[in-house]
């Protein structure tokens, strides 16, 4: 895998807490994003990076901010979990944005009860 | 609304035959990319073709492209037990500026042994 660490790996938590969720990369890849995995949907994006300090809403950014201060790590942080944020989810990160390839870490499983 | 849909769903091959998965998307594009995920995993990129070309390989992989219809395929030949797994499109709406990449539901496929 390319240099990319999610953490923690799995999380369970309850309603109305909020959880941060952390993407770590060796690689000095510009773009970082967060996707979220739900069956029937395919991966659908939540945030993304551009740079250090610099980010944008995905499709799905309700109840999600993000934070990157530092090129290797972007954070994704669920202001008050809900049960329907209950998901996997995934970071990416690419050299040059959406025109190369993307590479991915292996995913948070987040339960929220 | 997603940008890419994949077809089919689901697809169940004996080992040996072709596999045909299709996606469609709605906006103009730069560039379409197909990954894979194994059952728990990551994505992992498998081909990436730009809007001014209609056709890819990589190895027993054959990606083609028509931007009349918004449609890709791609066909894997003399299927494995190995390629079992869920393909994605991803493509990059040009009208993002091509920082972000957008995925497709996915198409589930089985190759049987």
């Known amino acids: 895998d390319a240099g990319i660490t999610q953490s923690p790996r799995h999380k369970v938590t309850e309603t109305g807490t909020p959880v941060t969720l952390r993407c770590h990369q060796t690689?000095?890849?510009?773009?970082m994003y967060w996707y979220r995995q739900d069956p029937g949907h395919g991966l659908r994006l939540i945030h993304y990076?551009?740079?250090?300090?610099?980010?944008d809403k995905g499709e799905v950014s309700d109840g999600y901010s993000v934070s990157r201060s530092k090129t290797e790590d972007f954070l994704l942080t669920l202001e008050s979990a809900t049960s329907s944020q209950t998901s996997v989810y995934f970071c990416?990160?690419?050299?040059?944005?959406?025109?190369?390839?993307?590479?991915f870490g292996q995913g948070t499983r987040l339960t929220v009860v | 609304s997603q940008q890419g849909e994949e077809d089919p769903q689901a697809l169940s091959i004996q080992e040996g035959e072709n596999a045909t998965m299709n996606c469609s998307y709605k906006t103009s594009i730069n560039n379409l990319q197909w990954y894979r995920q194994n059952s728990g995993r990551g994505l992992v990129h498998l081909i990436l073709i730009r809007s001014n070309e209609r056709e890819k390989h990589s190895g027993r992989l054959r990606v083609t492209l028509d931007t009349s219809k918004k449609s890709s395929s791609l066909l894997i030949t003399a299927s494995r037990a190995a390629d079992t797994a869920s393909y994605f499109c991803?493509?990059?709406?040009?009208?993002?500026?091509?920082?972000?990449?957008?995925f497709g539901a996915g198409t589930r496929l089985f190759v049987k042994a």
């Open positions: 990416a990160i690419s050299w040059t944005g959406a025109n190369t390839e993307a590479f």
């Open positions: 991803a493509t990059d709406a040009s009208d993002t500026g091509g920082f972000k990449t957008i």
């Open positions: 990076s551009y740079g250090v300090k610099d980010t």
């Open positions: 690689e000095n890849h510009r773009y």
